[in-house]
C-alpha cells in the first residue's frame, strides 16, 4: 500500500503523522451539502451479486448510533438507537469527535463489532475486541444481526465480509456501461460529497446523465470530480439503483482523518487478533480487501454499511 491509510506505525503518536502528512493534512470536514431530500422519484431496490448466485441489496444509508433512547436486541432490550442516515451522501464528520458513553449526540464512525454484544457501541478500550469474527457463532457482533435498525427486526440486516467485498468491487459480472463490461464502481461527487458510486448488477444510465467516467479504474491520476450529480441528477441515478459510499474518514478516539476525503468501510472478517478488513478509498485508488494492520486496529472507527440478503427481502 502506498497511501497514508493503509501505513503501519508502532505508535498512535506517529500514526497520526503519517497519515496527515500523506494526506497533505486532510483533516476537513465535508462539503457543505443539502439537507432535504433530492427531488425525483423514489428509488428502486437494486441488486448486487457478492458471490456467484448470492446477492444483497444496501441499506438505505450509513449506519449512526446514539446513546439516548433504548432499542430492541436479540437478547432483550438495551440502550442507545440504531438507525440509517437519510440520504446515501450523509455523513456526520466532526460530531464523531464527541464519541463517549455519555455523549447524547449522533455518531458514524463505528469500532469493529461494536453492536452492543461483548463491544458497546462507543467503546475504545482494546480489551473489548477478543472477539474474532461477526459471523458464524460470533454473529451477534455484527451491528444488524444483533440490533433493530430503525423499524427492522434484528437480523434484518449485516455486514459484508472481505471476500464480499472483493467480488463486488472485482470481480462481479455486471452490465456494460459507457463501453465498459461489467462496469461495478467510479468515484463520484454527489450533492458535493466526494465517494464512491456501486453500479447495481443490471443497470442502464439514465439518457439524460453524461456518460460515466473512469468505471472500474484504480489509478493516482483520477479523482472524485471524475463524475459530479446534483441533487437531480443523483436522483435520477439512485432510481436507476445506484449506491453511494461517502468518503466518511475515519477515527482513532477522538482523532479524526480524511473526513469528507477518504472512505473507510468495515468488513466483518478479521485478519489477526486485534485486526480486520475494509473496504478503502481515496482519491484515485480503491482497495476492497484492504488489511487494517495499525496495531490494535478494531478500536478505531470506521464507517458501517450494512446489507441484507435478497431472499430476506
Not at 462539503?31 to 441488486?47: F, L, M, N, V, Y
Not at 440504531?82 to 449522533?106: I, K, P
Not at 473526513?259 to 486485534?274: K, L, M, V
Request: proline fraction near 4%.
Amino acid at each position: 500500500m502506498t497511501k497514508a491509510l493503509f501505513i503501519n506505525g508502532s505508535s498512535r503518536k506517529n500514526k497520526m503523522t503519517i497519515v496527515a502528512t500523506a494526506l497533505m493534512c486532510l483533516f476537513m470536514t465535508g462539503c457543505e451539502r443539502e439537507q432535504t431530500k433530492p427531488e425525483g422519484p423514489e428509488p428502486i431496490a437494486p441488486t448486487f451479486s457478492v458471490a456467484e448466485g448470492r446477492q444483497v441489496l444496501f441499506s438505505p444509508g450509513n449506519l449512526q448510533y446514539c446513546t439516548v433512547g433504548s432499542h430492541t436486541t436479540v437478547e432483550g432490550t438495551a440502550s442507545g438507537i440504531f438507525r440509517f442516515a437519510e440520504h446515501q451522501y450523509d455523513y456526520l464528520g466532526q460530531a464523531n469527535a464527541l464519541v463517549s458513553d455519555t455523549n447524547s449526540g449522533w455518531i458514524d464512525l463505528l469500532t469493529w463489532g461494536s453492536s452492543g454484544w461483548h463491544v458497546p457501541p462507543c467503546s475504545e478500550k482494546d480489551g473489548d475486541y477478543g472477539i474474532e469474527s461477526l459471523c458464524g457463532s460470533e454473529a451477534y457482533a455484527d451491528w444488524g444481526i444483533y440490533n433493530a435498525i430503525g423499524d427492522d427486526a434484528p437480523g434484518t440486516w449485516r455486514t459484508l465480509t472481505r471476500d464480499e467485498w472483493d467480488y463486488l468491487v472485482n470481480r462481479r459480472a455486471a452490465s456494460t456501461v459507457d463501453g465498459t463490461d461489467s462496469a461495478r464502481y467510479a468515484e463520484a461527487t454527489v450533492c458535493g460529497v466526494k465517494g464512491l458510486i456501486l453500479l447495481p448488477d443490471k443497470f442502464s444510465r439514465p439518457a439524460s446523465i453524461t456518460p460515466i467516467a473512469n468505471i472500474n479504474r484504480n489509478n493516482f491520476t483520477l479523482s472524485f470530480s471524475d463524475n459530479i450529480y446534483n441533487a437531480k441528477e443523483w436522483a435520477l441515478m439512485e432510481q436507476a439503483g445506484t449506491v453511494f459510499l461517502p468518503a466518511a474518514g475515519f477515527r482513532g478516539g477522538t482523532w479524526l482523518s480524511t473526513i469528507g476525503e477518504g472512505g473507510s468501510y468495515w468488513a466483518s472478517t478479521c485478519n489477526a487478533a486485534r485486526q480486520a478488513y475494509a473496504l478503502l478509498f481515496i482519491d484515485g485508488l480503491v482497495n476492497a480487501s484492504a488489511e487494517c494492520t495499525y496495531e490494535k486496529d478494531r478500536g478505531y472507527g470506521r464507517s458501517v454499511r450494512l446489507v441484507r440478503d435478497v431472499s430476506r427481502y
